[in-house]
């Protein structure tokens, strides 16, 4: 039984000195947000956007609709930025479509979200595709699906068909990806604070911080 | 009674993880220690929370509970099954129940593994394992007269 509470203050002195330990090594500033890199270059479309105009700050995700990272960040994390940081006018949120090359569907999906956009419903586009990901997981062509997405956001379906059909905003997508690889992205998704690479942990927390920090900051 | 002591000091340990991750929430620890990275983003999704409170802070309290039945049934001096042991095996089902919901969550929603939440998962396990340990033992008859 002795042995049994040598054993529990052991613990229990390890664990408090553990948390203490943690505690105190609390870094007072993160690690450097943002890297230098490239403003996005001027173009006739600037991206979608959620927010409003004159929010002090603009982020610019690139992102592949193919890619599971940026489908978890979509599901997990944006919503709390929206309340968070969109919702409470502190950030113009822009989206840049980055489709990967080694995604076989990135292009289709980045089309959908376009011709949905063109009826005035690229948010409603880009949930539905990011929310019901298996699309991507299984391998097949998915038009059939983000048809059937169409529908469910009310958009003008024949409309929609014939958008997808001209494959009008090929251009327009090629466009966006070109100015993402002129800003140095090299994975998806990416996130630029005010043209600013920001290389570390995507996460609304993150985001937040960085976002009073600035703003903090140049209240100073 | 090495079973009952052992539960004791695992949800001692298990108490000083959620501890951990709870004070991680609250901003009172800056960077988790995980590796991946797959904390932060656990911790920081909508999922971190339940019914309004940090998942974390029902761990340190699943886990204090734990901890106290745990030197309670310790030092019964009768070794049979009591009300402690009721207790613990209740609240340690529960307690592994919830850990597989948010095991799943990790896998199958948000795409990313806490190494923390790996070993809370491991310690409830072995809790609960041992909790329930001597109604397997009784099931099958051969339970010791001192568990």
């Known amino acids: ?220 | 009674m090495r079973r009952r002591q052992a539960i004791a000091v695992l949800a001692l340990a298990g108490m000083f993880v959620s501890l951990y991750l709870w004070l991680h929430k609250l901003g009172l620890i800056g960077v988790l220690q995980c590796g991946t990275g797959g904390c932060d983003t656990v911790q920081a999704s909508s999922y971190s929370v339940f019914l309004g409170l940090p998942v974390a802070l029902y761990g340190v309290v699943g886990y204090a509970a734990l901890f106290a039945l745990g030197l309670v049934s310790v030092r019964q001096a009768d070794g049979s099954w009591g009300w402690p042991d009721t207790a613990i095996a209740v609240l340690a089902t529960t307690a592994f129940l919830f850990t597989l919901y948010l095991t799943a969550l990790e896998l199958f929603v948000i795409h990313a593994i806490c190494r923390w939440c790996v070993v809370s998962a491991a310690i409830v396990t072995a809790i609960v394992v041992l909790a329930l340990l001597p109604i397997g033992r009784r099931s099958i008859g051969t339970v010791p007269p001192n568990s």
């Not at chain 1, 000195?17 to 609390?26: D, H, I």
């Not at chain 1, 595709?129 to 059939?144: D, L, M, T, V």
């Not at chain 1, 469910?152 to 024949?158: E, H, K, L, S, W």
């Open chain 1, 1 to 220: 039984m002795k042995g049994f509470y040598i054993l529990l203050v052991a613990v229990g002195i390890g664990g408090a000195g553990w948390l203490v330990y943690s505690a105190r090594n609390k870094p007072t500033e993160r690690p450097a947000p943002a890297t230098p890199a490239a403003a996005p270059a001027a173009g006739a479309f600037r991206g979608y956007t959620l927010g409003s105009d004159s929010a002090p700050i603009t982020i610019t995700e690139y992102s592949d609709f193919q890619c599971p990272y940026c489908a978890s960040f979509v599901t997990v994390q944006m919503p709390e930025v929206r309340t968070q940081l969109i919702g409470t006018g502190k950030v113009l949120w822009r989206f840049r479509d980055f489709p990967l090359p080694s995604h076989k569907y990135s292009n289709l999906a980045a089309m959908a979200g376009q011709c949905a956009g063109e009826q005035g419903k690229f948010w409603e586009m880009h949930d539905q595709i990011f929310y019901n990901h298996q699309w991507a997981e299984r391998g097949k062509n998915p038009s059939g699906q983000f048809r059937e997405f169409a529908k469910a956001i009310g958009a003008d379906v024949a409309r929609y068909d014939a958008c997808m059909d001209s494959q009008r905003y090929a251009g327009r997508i090629e466009e966006s990806r070109q100015e993402g690889i002129a800003a140095g992205v090299d994975a998806t998704p990416k996130f630029y604070f005010d043209g600013r690479r920001f290389d570390g942990m995507p996460t609304s927390d993150t985001f937040k911080h960085i976002v009073d920090s600035i703003i903090a900051t140049r209240k100073r």
